[in-house]
RNA sequence: GCGAGGGUAGCCAAGCCAGGUCAAAGGCGCUAGGUUGAGGGCCUAGUCUCGUAGGAGUUCUUGGGUUCGAAUCCCAUCCCUCGCACCA
């Protein structure tokens, strides 16, 4: 009947638990805790599994203090993704169906569904739940919604009307990968190839040929001076074309690409490429230069043609070179203009020479020009005659010369090529107008974050610099989609608030969610949440009974003590909601902690999805059961740690659990007089109570677990091999149990509940008192004397495998009294390099000569090799040795199987007795 | 490339910030012995090298340095993870 059954224990525990963790606001101390909730797209896995565990577990721990806890959950289904979902599982795209119906094992009734996007998240919304609650996940269920809730969305409103108010809501313009066939703007997991691709922002250098513009792209304006020539490619075709009135000569891909970025192009007619060469264009900065042939120049990048600055480009050196040993162009010679530490007065021609390129095929030759291009940049200086600025400064200031006073032009490209849509369709970038920022880049509005930040309590320390840098760097955040589920932008209602953008201060929603819905989401006006999250009175607010409950309940539990997330959104969503912290609420409502999380393993490689390699949570908790699971994953690695799950490891936590669970059934109703040792084993579960609490207040799972599991079990081990045959231990057991259940509760609650029940424990242990260390029961003589048994025990099992000899006696012989003089006297001394000589003042020790330095020195030794905790208390209080050794004297003939002498050394002849130490007494086998 | 974090015995991982107490906790795996109805489970011991007395030697990515003394501090090096923005 009492045979070890996760499964069992799980639904035991599911119907008691049913409605337990709903929480309202109480006289007790409150204790308020979220994590960023999940975006419902897939099936969870074992990763999904410890972001949520690892609040839970310190939900209960908290719980079981006696706190008010709060941990709340809902769903974010705001954004792009599960629109391309449906749309592919629409189009039966075989990659997709197999990953929803064979991996996410959705039913076909339900997959034929998912043509509808909200269909998706509302299965895993559901599923979410049903699985979290399998883990036995203390969430307040009452509290969920979803963010394309109407309710939700006039909250979102309420809350962007405060940073719009703050000035931190601006419109401009915005360059994005864009395509032109889908008519959309094209994220990440839109892309076929290139999502590495950035959008970089290049000048157009102005040459002049007739009445014609040829514009090149170029990164480096300030080396126009060095220019001798410009690159076209004879083996294409040209357009000469008006842009925004001004005829121009440009690749045709060029053409294109100049559309959708502010340019009205109209395409008059093509020119050859070849008929490009040799004609001389002039441009203000360099004067006049020709035209040269280029194989290198690519239609597709920049303006298709390319102004050369051989000095400092190693491709147009290159190029030109060629062309020269062709005889052709001789009397052109690189111009140089920026002075480069490590470089000669030709960079390129150096860098190039240097590493003996011939050809401009050459694969060296990007790795080459980044080389350049970085050296000068950090370390060169335009010459004196160009200004003599450094690079960095040149480059920027000419780039705006260049726009203000001779025609330049800003085009935006891909750093790499191709970036291709999931269409085919190669992706271009397109300046969008009418593009809504946050205006992330306020220097007043960093500071206040940055300020406040000061104030949180961040764990683990480290990532502290990381949200500092954070801070720092964040730019304008483009806060407005055209695509997607989520709230209509309240400025411009063709969009829609970025998914990002609308989950910044939900932990303020979940403490009244579950009250609002009760409210028609029409009279959700601003005034309503003013005065719910604001105080703020106004007239005709409506329902104001609920309202006051509300205000109260927000007052209750906010701010929230802690948001738990993996480190990966540190960069955006934990920074972003400071952000909107600050800017919303007041300074005594702003948030005061994090916990940032490592990422999950599979089997030693990363887990993902898309690849197929995931364990699903379900599959996890069906197959080991749900304490297993929690156990493994907060054992196996700090939760900032990087964890790996490997079914192995998983096996033997299952084992640990079911020992765990034997053992107290075994022990708990022993019923025999305690005895000294019993005292020892109590005095230690009193630190290992205040360990493991530390731990947990600390929220390191993997130490707490350390101290309540593994350090209590080796104490037991210890305890039973202590006692005698015919005893199976004493009631002092039952109170170990109760405490030992109780500190492994957050960890496996479902085991948990059963054993506190066959403990006859009160009520749930979900909420019963977590266990307090008594000082009273510490007892430090007791630890001692066992302490010094033990090691002894080590020692004569280490002599015995060494020796090879049949042991028939053992002699333990131990320390005089002037040795623990010696001894107390280097414990306790400040100074030990002068102790000795201090010890040796004294008159008896100096009669003793030799045998007195030389027990010194050996106490020094032995000092140093004793853990601090063992000798900190030998300076307080003198173990009797002989006393410990007689009360032990029949464990050690059971231990050894052979007759066990105490004995004083000074009254043995044994030259072995000589080496006897306090607390190492010497040890003669014999 | 830039920003942040990290590399410790077969594996996972503590220690590092506050240098000596470190051959380096704990877990897993493996080996041996015990218990047991082979097995499993449980218990005990071992698990860098050497050693017939509880010890010694060589280790903490690699290479330097500081120090009486470094896994711990400094510099460099190689490798790994996360983030780098319109994506949840």
């Known amino acids: 009947m009492n045979e070890f059954d996760l499964g069992r224990f799980e639904e035991e525990a599911q119907e008691q638990w049913m409605h337990a963790f709903e929480s309202n606001p109480s006289n007790l101390e409150k204790f308020y805790l979220t994590v960023a909730y999940p975006y419902p797209s897939g099936a969870m896995h074992v990763g999904h599994g410890r972001t949520y565990i690892v609040p839970d577990v310190i939900a209960r721990f908290w719980r079981m203090r006696g706190k008010q806890v709060l941990y709340p959950m809902a769903f974010h289904v705001t954004g792009a993704p599960v629109i391309g979902i449906s749309k592919r599982i629409a189009k039966k795209d075989p990659k997709t169906i197999h990953l929803y119906r064979d991996l996410y094992k959705v039913p076909q009734k339900v997959l034929d569904e998912f043509v509808d996007p909200l269909t998706i998240v509302r299965h895993f919304a559901s599923e979410y739940q049903r699985v979290m609650t399998a883990c036995g996940i203390s969430i307040d269920w009452r509290r969920r919604f979803t963010t394309v809730d109407p309710t939700y969305s006039k909250f979102i409103e309420w809350q962007w009307k405060h940073l719009y108010d703050a000035g931190h809501v601006i419109k401009g313009v915005h360059p994005v990968r864009y395509c032109t066939v889908d008519d959309n703007p094209v994220g990440d997991h839109d892309l076929l190839e290139g999502d590495k691709a950035e959008v970089i922002k290049f000048t157009l250098v102005m040459f002049r040929y007739g009445d014609t513009f040829i514009p090149t792209a170029t990164l480096r304006p300030e080396t126009i001076h060095g220019v001798t020539n410009l690159w076209a490619n004879p083996g294409i075709t040209y357009v000469r074309a008006l842009v925004d009135g001004t005829p121009w000569i440009i690749s045709k891909d060029a053409a294109e690409k100049l559309a959708l970025q502010d340019h009205i192009v109209e395409i008059q007619n093509e020119i050859a490429g070849r008929d490009l060469i040799d004609k001389i264009v002039s441009h203000p900065l360099c004067g006049k230069v020709p035209v040269l042939p280029a194989d290198f120049v690519d239609p597709d990048v920049g303006s298709g043609l390319v102004m050369s600055v051989p000095a400092h480009a190693p491709f147009d050196y290159v190029a030109l070179r060629d062309l020269q040993h062709a005889g052709r162009y001789t009397n052109i010679r690189p111009v140089p203009l920026i002075k480069v530490e490590g470089y000669g007065k030709i960079p390129a021609q150096d860098a190039v020479e240097r590493t003996g390129i011939t050809s401009q095929m050459d694969s060296c030759m990007d790795t080459l020009t980044q080389e350049i291009y970085s050296a000068e940049f950090s370390k060169g200086r335009l010459f004196e005659k160009y200004g003599g600025k450094p690079v960095r400064v040149a480059r920027d200031e000419i780039a705006a010369l260049m726009v203000e006073q001779y025609n330049s032009k800003i085009m935006y490209e891909f750093d790499t090529h191709p970036v291709v849509c999931r269409c085919g369709n190669k992706v271009k970038v397109k300046i969008l107008h009418d593009q809504w920022f946050l205006k992330y880049s306020d220097p007043a509005w960093k500071k206040q974050v940055s300020d406040h930040l000061g104030d949180m309590a961040l764990i683990p320390q480290e990532v502290r610099l990381e949200f500092e840098r954070t801070i720092d760097w964040l730019k304008d955040w483009a806060c407005t989609r055209r695509v997607g589920l989520g709230t209509r932008f309240p400025?411009?209602?063709?969009?829609?608030?970025?998914?990002?953008?609308?989950?910044?201060?939900?932990?303020?929603?979940?403490?009244?969610?579950?009250?609002?819905?009760?409210?028609?989401?029409?009279?959700?006006?601003?005034?309503?949440?003013?005065?719910?999250?604001?105080?703020?009175?106004?007239?005709?607010?409506?329902?104001?009974?609920?309202?006051?409950?509300?205000?109260?309940?927000?007052?209750?539990?906010?701010?929230?003590?802690?948001?738990?997330?993996?480190?990966?959104?540190?960069?955006?969503?934990?920074?972003?909601?400071?952000?909107?912290?600050?800017?919303?609420?007041?300074?005594?409502?702003?948030?005061?902690?994090?916990?940032?999380?490592?990422?999950?393993?599979?089997?030693?490689?990363?887990?993902?999805?898309?690849?197929?390699?995931?364990?699903?949570?379900?599959?996890?908790?069906?197959?080991?059961?749900?304490?297993?699971?929690?156990?493994?994953?907060?054992?196996?690695?700090?939760?900032?740690?990087?964890?790996?799950?490997?079914?192995?490891?998983?096996?033997?936590?299952?084992?640990?659990?079911?020992?765990?669970?034997?053992?107290?059934?075994?022990?708990?109703?022993?019923?025999?007089?305690?005895?000294?040792?019993?005292?020892?084993?109590?005095?230690?579960?009193?630190?290992?109570?205040?360990?493991?609490?530390?731990?947990?207040?600390?929220?390191?799972?993997?130490?707490?677990?350390?101290?309540?599991?593994?350090?209590?079990?080796?104490?037991?081990?210890?305890?039973?091999?202590?006692?005698?045959?015919?005893?199976?231990?004493?009631?002092?057991?039952?109170?170990?149990?109760?405490?030992?259940?109780?500190?492994?509760?957050?960890?496996?609650?479902?085991?948990?509940?059963?054993?506190?029940?066959?403990?006859?424990?009160?009520?749930?242990?979900?909420?019963?008192?977590?266990?307090?260390?008594?000082?009273?029961?510490?007892?430090?003589?007791?630890?001692?004397?066992?302490?010094?048994?033990?090691?002894?025990?080590?020692?004569?099992?280490?002599?015995?495998?060494?020796?090879?000899?049949?042991?028939?006696?053992?002699?333990?012989?131990?320390?005089?009294?002037?040795?623990?003089?010696?001894?107390?006297?280097?414990?306790?001394?400040?100074?030990?390099?002068?102790?000795?000589?201090?010890?040796?003042?004294?008159?008896?020790?100096?009669?003793?000569?030799?045998?007195?330095?030389?027990?010194?020195?050996?106490?020094?030794?032995?000092?140093?090799?004793?853990?601090?905790?063992?000798?900190?208390?030998?300076?307080?209080?003198?173990?009797?040795?002989?006393?410990?050794?007689?009360?032990?004297?029949?464990?050690?003939?059971?231990?050894?199987?052979?007759?066990?002498?105490?004995?004083?050394?000074?009254?043995?002849?044994?030259p072995k007795a000589a080496t006897a130490l306090p607390f190492k007494p010497a040890i003669i086998i014999e």
């Open 491 to 910: 400025w411009d209602t063709t969009q829609l608030i970025e998914p990002l953008s609308d989950s910044t201060i939900y932990m303020a929603y979940y403490t009244i969610a579950h009250r609002i819905k009760e409210i028609e989401p029409s009279l959700l006006t601003p005034e309503v949440f003013d005065y719910i999250f604001l105080g703020k009175e106004s007239v005709d607010l409506p329902e104001k009974k609920k309202l006051e409950t509300m205000r109260k309940e927000f007052l209750f539990w906010y701010p929230y003590n802690y948001r738990f997330s993996a480190k990966d959104l540190i960069s955006n969503h934990l920074t972003f909601q400071l952000f909107h912290h600050v800017t919303i609420f007041p300074k005594d409502k702003l948030p005061l902690g994090m916990v940032v999380f490592g990422m999950g393993l599979l089997n030693g490689a990363k887990m993902s999805s898309s690849k197929g390699n995931v364990f699903l949570l379900e599959d996890a908790v069906s197959e080991f059961g749900a304490d297993t699971v929690r156990m493994f994953l907060m054992g196996s690695a700090e939760p900032w740690q990087d964890f790996d799950w490997r079914n192995e490891l998983v096996i033997s936590t299952k084992k640990q659990i079911e020992r765990f669970y034997n053992t107290v059934l075994e022990i708990k109703d022993a019923k025999g007089e305690p005895d000294d040792i019993d005292r020892w084993l109590i005095s230690r579960l009193q630190s290992h109570i205040d360990r493991t609490t530390a731990a947990l207040t600390n929220f390191q799972t993997r130490q707490a677990l350390q101290e309540a599991y593994f350090g209590i079990e080796t104490d037991l081990k210890w305890y039973r091999r202590r006692l005698p045959d015919d005893c199976d231990g004493s009631r002092e057991l039952h109170t170990l149990c109760s405490a030992w259940v109780r500190l492994l509760a957050p960890f496996i609650p479902f085991t948990g509940e059963y054993l506190w029940k066959q403990l006859a424990g009160e009520g749930l242990v979900s909420f019963a008192p977590w266990p307090v260390a008594e000082r009273g029961l510490v007892n430090t003589r007791i630890e001692l004397a066992e302490e010094l048994l033990a090691r002894t025990v080590e020692d004569i099992e280490s002599i015995e495998k060494l020796i090879q000899i049949i042991p028939k006696s053992i002699t333990i012989s131990l320390a005089p009294a002037w040795k623990h003089e010696i001894f107390l006297a280097i414990a306790k001394a400040d100074d030990r390099n002068t102790v000795i000589r201090e010890i040796m003042k004294n008159d008896a020790m100096r009669k003793r000569g030799k045998e007195a330095t030389d027990a010194a020195k050996q106490c020094t030794t032995l000092i140093h090799r004793l853990p601090p905790h063992v000798v900190e208390p030998l300076t307080q209080e003198r173990v009797n040795e002989m006393a410990v050794f007689k009360a032990a004297k029949g464990f050690l003939e059971k231990e050894f199987g052979v007759p066990v002498h105490i004995t004083e050394a000074e009254s043995s002849e044994h």
